[in-house]
């Protein structure tokens, strides 16, 4: 390297409207046509080359899940195998490769994405995962862009850390990648996730094999060309698709694992860990274990909370997708002083709010992703009706025939204890809890300790006092934390997400944390004239 390269400071990207007339609308509905039009055959991809198993699944449109979209090819371990080969031959070059050449590709794929592939992700994450237009341009496009921006520059800022030297010596610190490969696996809610959970290792010199969600592969596919068209060189990043076992169990028995990059349900992340644990005589390192995993998200009404604000919040952080969002505000607590006009204003906007085709710009939700969802998410609403302990405000209602919809429904829980309180239900399913204003306390205690996670959070009040005081005592609730604001919706480079106890290892995805748990550093003392001899002044006869 000939000189001291700087990553441009990244910004944001901006969230593109899609209003009515406008271009980027007309753009994105002729892209929809043409894929919904295609049904494509997707390979894996193994040390750069296309592998057909001949083993298919299907990829199919959750709101018209008669329409196949895609049949993909899945794994074995044979074809595991394969891929641990090929990433542990393309760790040679790539874990070498100078940092600034690394950054370079993952930044073309961002101005890619920004510019022709914006639509391609966008419709593929609609269609597949059933997100509206703007759900799918926040998460496709924006925060994709702004992983592949902010991840740079985050690694520039590990790099600049060096130790101090004193005079006659040099110390530094090289930031060498793991040794072996990191295991990524993703989730279907959000293409972003499984576009930075191998990414982000990658670009810190890892190899990785990378498992997307099976309800998910549609998307993560297209993710994968688009980096192949950024010039990420054959076998840093090998796509295999799969079932979990088939998949995972031969990658968590190889001596070559190095890492877990892990985003999806907190059983199969304890499972794995499990697994990793019984194994480690096994592995040449220990392997860095890096989860996020489930919440049951909290928003936290004080009686001085402004009570509109409060309702959107509600309707926005609980609705949103469907509600599939490890983040989504899936009970809350409001003070009974505001109990009459939070339900009046909640149920006014609910019924406002229009289900069906993500295609039909005017709905705000779509479907739920297939049909072991759509059965979970029933079998709360059921259990709900039948309780004596709950009361169904709003929704309660779903039909499978065409598409997998449900109803955005609002549960008021009578006791505290209701099982809807506890559990993540990851649907459109609110539950709330009406607490005497006089009881402030007792209901941050049952807040603080009601759920097993730890992820997101909000309190919503006007009171400064309240405010802090809420915020201190909820302080080990949620990793992300919301004053006045939804529990959802954290931006790269602004909110670095993550949450502790249940949640996962908190480690921050879109931040430096995140980014030097795929590094292994090396310190390095130069001393430029050596001592001759072995005695020390204090040796001296006098």
Same mark, same amino acid.
């Given at each position: 390297?000939?000189?001291?390269f700087?990553?441009p400071?990244?910004?944001?990207?901006?969230?593109?409207?899609?209003a009515?007339?406008?271009?980027?609308?007309?753009?994105l509905?002729?892209?929809?046509?043409?894929?919904?039009?295609?049904?494509?055959?997707?390979?894996?991809?193994?040390?750069?080359?296309?592998?057909?198993?001949?083993?298919l699944?299907t990829?199919?449109?959750?709101?018209?899940?008669?329409?196949?979209?895609?049949?993909?090819?899945?794994?074995?371990?044979?074809?595991?195998?394969?891929?641990?080969?090929?990433?542990?031959?393309?760790?040679?070059?790539?874990?070498?490769?100078?940092?600034?050449?690394?950054?370079?590709?993952?930044?073309?794929?961002?101005?890619?994405?920004?510019?022709p592939?914006?639509?391609t992700?966008?419709?593929?994450?609609?269609?597949?995962? $059933?997100?509206?237009? *703007? %759900? /799918?341009e926040?998460?496709?496009?924006? #925060?994709?862009?702004?992983f592949? !921006?902010?991840? @740079?520059?985050?690694?520039?800022?590990?790099?600049?850390?060096?130790?101090?030297?004193?005079?006659?010596?040099?110390?530094?610190?090289?930031?060498?990648?793991?040794?072996?490969?990191?295991?990524?696996?993703?989730?279907?809610?959000?293409?972003?996730?499984?576009?930075?959970l191998?990414?982000?290792?990658?670009?810190?010199?890892?190899t990785?094999?990378?498992?997307?969600?099976?309800?998910?592969?549609?998307?993560?596919?297209?993710?994968?060309?688009?980096?192949?068209?950024?010039?990420?060189?054959?076998?840093?990043?090998?796509?295999?698709v799969?079932?979990?076992?088939?998949?995972?169990?031969?990658?968590?028995?190889s001596?070559?694992?190095?890492?877990?990059?892990?985003?999806? $349900?907190?059983?199969? *992340? %304890? /499972?794995?860990?499990?697994?990793?644990? #019984?194994?480690?005589?096994?592995? !040449?390192?220990? @392997?860095?274990?890096?989860?996020?995993?489930?919440?049951?998200?909290?928003?936290?009404?004080h009686?001085?909370?402004?009570?509109?604000?409060?309702?959107?919040?509600?309707?926005?952080?609980?609705?949103?997708?469907?509600?599939?969002?490890?983040?989504?505000?899936?009970?809350?607590?409001?003070?009974?002083?505001?109990?009459p006009?939070?339900?009046?204003?909640?149920?006014?906007?609910i019924?406002?709010?229009?289900?069906?085709?993500?295609?039909?710009?005017?709905?705000?939700?779509?479907?739920v992703?297939?049909?072991?969802a759509?059965?979970?998410?029933?079998?709360?609403?059921?259990?709900?009706?039948?309780?004596?302990?709950?009361?169904?405000?709003?929704?309660?209602?779903?039909?499978?025939?065409?598409?997998?919809?449900?109803?955005?429904?609002?549960?008021?829980?009578?006791?505290h204890?209701?099982?809807l309180?506890?559990?993540?239900?990851?649907?459109?399913?609110?539950?709330?809890?009406?607490?005497p204003?006089?009881?402030?306390?007792?209901a941050?205690?049952?807040?603080?300790?009601?759920?097993?996670?730890?992820?997101?959070?909000?309190?919503?009040?006007?009171?400064?006092?309240?405010?802090?005081?809420?915020?201190?005592?909820?302080?080990?609730?949620?990793g992300?934390f919301?004053?006045?604001?939804?529990?959802?919706?954290?931006?790269?480079?602004?909110?670095?997400?993550?949450?502790?106890?249940?949640?996962?290892?908190?480690?921050?995805?879109?931040?430096?944390?995140?980014?030097?748990?795929?590094?292994?550093?090396?310190?390095?003392?130069?001393?430029?004239?050596?001592p001759?001899?072995?005695?020390?002044?204090?040796?001296?006869?006098?």
């Amino acid at each position: 390297m000939s000189g001291s390269f700087r990553i441009p400071k990244p910004i944001n990207e901006p969230v593109k409207q899609y209003a009515p007339g406008s271009p980027e609308r007309a753009s994105l509905k002729k892209k929809l046509a043409e894929m919904r039009s295609q049904e494509i055959e997707i390979p894996l991809i193994i040390g750069g080359k296309e592998v057909r198993t001949g083993r298919l699944g299907t990829c199919v449109m959750p709101h018209r899940h008669g329409h196949v979209l895609a049949k993909y090819h899945k794994a074995g371990p044979h074809e595991v195998a394969m891929a641990i080969e090929a990433a542990l031959a393309a760790h040679k070059t790539w874990s070498r490769m100078a940092w600034h050449d690394r950054a370079a590709i993952f930044l073309k794929a961002a101005e890619l994405l920004a510019g022709p592939w914006r639509d391609t992700l966008n419709a593929a994450t609609m269609l597949g995962q $059933s997100k509206t237009v *703007f %759900q /799918a341009e926040i998460d496709s496009a924006c #925060e994709i862009i702004d992983f592949w !921006r902010y991840n @740079p520059y985050f690694m520039q800022q590990i790099y600049d850390d060096q130790p101090f030297s004193p005079l006659g010596q040099w110390n530094r610190v090289e930031y060498r990648p793991l040794e072996g490969f990191v295991f990524a696996v993703t989730p279907f809610n959000f293409t972003s996730i499984g576009a930075n959970l191998p990414t982000s290792p990658a670009l810190m010199g890892n190899t990785v094999v990378w498992k997307p969600a099976s309800t998910a592969v549609y998307s993560a596919y297209f993710t994968m060309k688009l980096l192949e068209a950024a010039g990420l060189p054959p076998g840093v990043i090998n796509f295999v698709v799969g079932s979990g076992g088939e998949v995972g169990n031969p990658v968590l028995a190889s001596e070559h694992l190095a890492g877990l990059h892990f985003t999806g $349900s907190t059983a199969t *992340f %304890q /499972a794995m860990w499990r697994t990793i644990a #019984e194994n480690l005589p096994r592995y !040449r390192s220990y @392997p860095r274990v890096v989860g996020e995993t489930g919440g049951k998200d909290f928003v936290f009404a004080h009686a001085s909370a402004d009570v509109p604000a409060l309702v959107t919040a509600l309707v926005r952080g609980a609705f949103e997708y469907q509600g599939q969002k490890c983040s989504a505000a899936s009970r809350a607590y409001i003070p009974a002083s505001l109990w009459p006009q939070v339900k009046e204003q909640l149920l006014a906007q609910i019924a406002e709010i229009k289900v069906g085709d993500v295609e039909d710009f005017r709905n705000f939700m779509g479907a739920v992703i297939d049909r072991a969802a759509f059965d979970s998410i029933v079998s709360y609403i059921e259990y709900a009706k039948s309780s004596p302990d709950a009361e169904i405000l709003a929704g309660g209602t779903y039909d499978a025939s065409t598409g997998y919809f449900i109803q955005p429904t609002v549960v008021l829980a009578k006791d505290h204890n209701l099982k809807l309180m506890k559990e993540e239900i990851f649907g459109p399913v609110l539950t709330l809890f009406v607490y005497p204003d006089e009881k402030l306390d007792e209901a941050l205690t049952l807040c603080d300790q009601g759920s097993p996670y730890a992820l997101t959070g909000s309190v919503f009040a006007q009171d400064r006092q309240a405010i802090a005081y809420i915020t201190e005592r909820l302080r080990d609730a949620a990793g992300n934390f919301y004053i006045n604001d939804k529990p959802t919706g954290a931006v790269v480079g602004q909110q670095p997400f993550g949450g502790a106890r249940a949640s996962g290892t908190n480690d921050k995805a879109g931040s430096m944390w995140n980014l030097i748990r795929w590094t292994s550093p090396r310190a390095i003392k130069e001393t430029f004239v050596p001592p001759t001899h072995f005695a020390y002044p204090f040796m001296g006869d006098v």
